[in-house]
């Protein structure tokens, strides 16, 4: 990893936003059924959705502006939905969080720093049939708010949001929808895209102090180049980094899947992952061998993956684990987050390793894209705190001063708003909240005797 963009990522940030606050449920929809393209062909010139660009067939991008991620409140759900057009191949997807130079219009897309949000493994669909027409991923990504609200990287690059769909029609000898759906033939469009986001806010998740480091985005893991490995022939990546302070609360957000060839390429075949942290195992995973049959009505066009080739005529799979117990991954089913805790880290040198050992990526075919990055963020709210019938606070709703009622005497009293910002700081048990906007607070209560107590309030 480059040493400056470890710099950008390596300090801490409270929360600077300014702007709406998100009181309620905050919608945004980023990208409401773009049309992708062809992933081998060469890049259209068809139009492109408002406000955003074209890097390629597959993926574009939009800027979010300082309104959208001031309107964030600390629980976000992504959910990206697509609709068929002439496409009827397993590929995969992916949403990212690209960080781009300030102020500008575009970018270009290998020289950013991205991560990825969430993947996912498109359907076998066809466009004829209308039940059902869509496939939803849906991805709770609280963790990424605090990355929207953090000053620190908002106040020096630019936050884009990418959807990427990648896709291919087939043709002659190959199959697929150019030739197997009617009026794909000639066509090169393959889905049709939307990409929505729905945010709260909970009091009680307050955070502070973000710290975000980007470790690796969609890196061919592969055996059979040392573009791919550590070391040839061993399916095996290491990242050493530097940290300059230590990180509370830290956790590794990991996202892997198999793909290849159906001859040799580790697409089908299952392998146990070991993840290391500072050289200790803090991971073992084997993705897939669950049932795919929740997912068998998004793929209306029939595949040998739904469906057992091996028998004339060929029958659905049944609804067991033992059933699927080749798979790696379900068309129409997104891939896993795996969230990594770590607990807190000091300053120093650390390391992410990754190893497969026995993947054999027969015939040189195949790769396993991994994408992973660490974050961590203190929660001061997490202490211990008085009964309902010890605490309680005045009014609620309040137009002007709230005060603390408790048996036990105040030391520190806070309040904070939706964003994260402390807005009110005293020592008394009384706070004069009259300079500020409506909406709603969290009163944080530090008393004598050592216990903390949270109540949230709402300012007329």
């Given at each position: ?295 068998f009505n998004y793929n209306t066009q029939p595949s040998c993956i739904y469906y057992d080739c091996s028998t004339n005529p060929a029958y659905p799979r049944p609804d067991t684990n033992a059933a699927w117990s080749w798979n790696n991954w379900c068309p129409g089913d997104k ?126």
């Amino acid at each position: 990893m480059k040493k400056t963009l470890l710099n950008l990522f390596l300090g801490f940030a409270m929360f600077a936003a300014v702007g709406v606050q998100a009181q309620e449920t905050y919608n945004l929809t980023v990208f409401d059924q773009a049309v992708y393209y062809g992933m081998y062909e060469a890049t259209v010139s068809e139009p492109i959705p408002p406000g955003a660009i074209r890097n390629s067939n597959s993926s574009y991008g939009k800027k979010l502006t300082e309104e959208q991620l001031a309107s964030f409140g600390n629980k976000l759900t992504m959910t990206v939905t697509l609709n068929p057009l002439c496409d009827n191949y397993d590929r995969i997807g992916n949403v990212n969080m690209v960080l781009a130079p300030k102020g500008a219009d575009t970018y270009v897309y290998n020289e950013v720093q991205r991560i990825e949000m969430g993947r996912f493994i498109t359907p076998f669909m066809d466009m004829t049939v209308t039940n059902p027409n869509s496939v939803p991923y849906v991805y709770q990504v609280d963790n990424l708010t605090h990355i929207f609200h953090d000053e620190n990287i908002t106040s020096q690059y630019d936050i884009w949001i990418e959807l990427e769909v990648y896709g291919y029609q087939g043709g002659p000898g190959q199959g697929g929808a150019a030739v197997e759906i009617p009026g794909c033939q000639g066509r090169n469009d393959v889905y049709m895209g939307t990409l929505e986001f729905s945010s709260t806010f909970d009091p009680n998740l307050v955070a502070e102090n973000n710290f975000f480091l980007p470790l690796s985005y969609k890196y061919e893991l592969k055996n059979y180049t040392l573009d791919g490995t550590d070391i040839l022939g061993e399916t095996v990546r290491t990242i050493n980094f530097t940290l300059e302070q230590d990180v509370p609360n830290a956790k590794l957000y990991l996202i892997t899947s198999n793909h290849g060839s159906n001859s040799g390429g580790e697409e089908y075949i299952r392998r146990n992952h070991f993840i290391y942290f500072d050289n200790q195992l803090v991971l073992t995973y084997k993705p897939g061998g669950v049932s795919c049959v929740p997912f068998f009505n998004y793929n209306t066009q029939p595949s040998c993956i739904y469906y057992d080739c091996s028998t004339n005529p060929a029958y659905p799979r049944p609804d067991t684990n033992a059933a699927w117990s080749w798979n790696n991954w379900c068309p129409g089913d997104k891939i896993p987050i795996r969230t990594i805790s770590l607990g807190d880290l000091t300053a120093g040198e650390h390391s992410f390793k990754i190893d497969v050992p026995d993947a054999v990526f027969a015939g040189g075919q195949g790769y396993f894209p991994m994408s992973v990055y660490l974050q961590g963020f203190a929660q001061p709210l997490s202490t211990e705190s008085f009964d309902n019938t010890d605490f309680s606070i005045y009014p609620n709703p309040v137009a002007d001063v709230v005060t603390v009622v408790a048996d036990a005497e105040v030391s520190s009293l806070e309040v904070i708003n939706t964003l994260g910002q402390q807005v009110f700081t005293g020592t008394s048990k009384q706070a004069d909240l009259s300079g500020l906007e409506s909406g709603i607070y969290v009163v944080k209560a530090t008393f004598t005797n050592g216990k903390v107590a949270t109540r949230k309030i709402v300012k007329e």
